[in-house]
């Protein structure tokens, strides 16, 4: 799934005239914890080997020169006359990281800069995040400032949020940027502290995409947050120990039932009980009980499909499917949902038979051709740039 560096600076070169340095950064996939990290939950992603690339040089005047070769499109904006919020185009994903840098006094010069995706389009697996961190590493390098991981997760967040207009949390940038190849990262959106957990290697991580397309940028997932948000506000007012839903346990939540909406009231049911189950992936994930965490993927599914309402038919079908294949561990909706991917565990020796089956009945029941990728755990924007790559 990696792209040809070479051949993305070849043509950096012959476009803009110079040469330029290439920045990398992959999707990500997320086992378990879903529309918990805005709440300040818990999380367990990992990096998965599609990937974006930046590639940018210098220019002696202050314009930041952008080129797509997706949309086959290059657009100009002058550095003095920042935009301050995106116009719905895909420039916004870097010239929100550029203007975010800014906030934090991180200035950037002119440039070039030349970006390739393969990253699933609107899938659940953070086409976007991907972006942003990847032209992130490149706007740093050209800056010659560092700063720590975390902090870059940080800043593309606050570039999707207040100039793209996008309402996500941070897992994806968090994870896009600091993932460890062959490892799952547990991260705690409330204090960023994370930890990487080592994935058995006779386990095979299998994405069957839907084909059926969601965008968080739409209505459906800014409504679920402030579904979520109305909730814990309730459950703050009730007990002003509960800063975060994360706080509140189920006892809380029954209590302050008659305070909020049955759809808040699902909807925190829906984080509560999944921020436990992240926990009790991690203790799975560390006794290498597989079938523990299989089931909790199952659970995750249904909690998304009953209590958060952010599943789409089609993705019900693909986790009723794998269910019955052999090998099949556990299977879940992953990502902001609405349509998009699941995330399946595999026995490794099934995995190839699983991918095929999957395909061939969901093409019998749907009637739509799905895409299925056996994945493996990869390394993040920052082990990367460390590495050279
Ligand atoms: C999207 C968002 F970008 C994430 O922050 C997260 O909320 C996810 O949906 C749901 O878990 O990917």
Not at 83 to 89: C, D, E, L, S, Y
Not at 174 to 190: G, H, P, S, W
Not at 194 to 201: G, Q, S, T
Not at 299 to 312: K, N, Q, T, V
Request: hydrophobic share 40%.
């Amino acid at each position: 799934m990696n792209i040809s560096t070479q051949e993305l600076a070849a043509d950096h070169t012959e476009r803009f005239g110079q040469q330029g340095t290439s920045f990398s950064a992959p999707a990500r996939v997320n086992l378990i914890g879903e529309h918990t990290d805005y709440t300040g939950g818990f999380v367990l992603p990992l990096a998965i080997g599609f990937e974006t690339t930046a590639t940018i040089s210098p220019r002696t005047d202050r314009k930041a020169v952008l080129y797509s070769s997706n949309f086959d499109e290059q657009v100009e904006y002058e550095l003095d006359a920042m935009p301050q919020k995106g116009r719905g185009h895909w420039s916004d994903y870097g010239m929100g990281v550029v203007w975010s840098l800014a906030k934090d006094d991180i200035k950037t010069s002119g440039f070039n800069l030349s970006v390739e995706g393969n990253v699933p389009l609107g899938s659940g697996l953070s086409s976007s995040a991907s972006v942003e961190v990847a032209v992130a590493m490149a706007l740093l390098s050209l800056a010659e400032t560092e700063i720590p991981g975390e902090k870059i997760a940080t800043l593309c967040r606050r570039a999707e949020n207040d100039f793209v207009g996008a309402p996500s949390g941070i897992m994806d940038q968090f994870v896009i940027t600091n993932a460890v190849a062959e490892k799952a990262l547990l991260l705690d959106c409330r204090s960023l502290e994370f930890y990487l957990l080592p994935l058995r290697p006779d386990i095979r991580i299998v994405i069957a995409n839907s084909m059926v397309k969601h965008s968080i940028a739409e209505g459906a997932y800014r409504d679920r947050r402030e579904e979520v948000e109305a909730g814990q506000a309730v459950l703050s007012k009730m007990n002003p120990q509960i800063k975060l839903l994360r706080d509140a346990t189920m006892d809380d939540l029954k209590q302050a039932r008659g305070r909020m909406s049955d759809a808040s009231y699902r909807r925190c049911r829906h984080i509560i009980t999944e921020n436990a189950r992240v926990l009790e992936a991690r203790s799975a994930l560390f006794g290498g009980d597989m079938r523990k965490l299989g089931d909790l993927l199952f659970a995750a599914h249904i909690s998304m499909r009953d209590d958060f309402e952010a599943s789409a038919p089609e993705v019900d079908k693909l986790v009723d499917l794998a269910r019955s294949l052999p090998g099949c561990i556990g299977s879940r909706i992953t990502g902001g949902g609405f349509g998009g991917c699941t995330v399946n565990l595999v026995e490794a020796q099934y995995a190839d038979n699983f991918a095929e089956q999957l395909k061939l009945r969901y093409k019998d029941a749907a009637g739509i051709e799905a895409e299925i990728y056996v994945c493996e755990a990869v390394d993040g924007a920052v082990a990367r740039a460390k590495a050279g790559e």
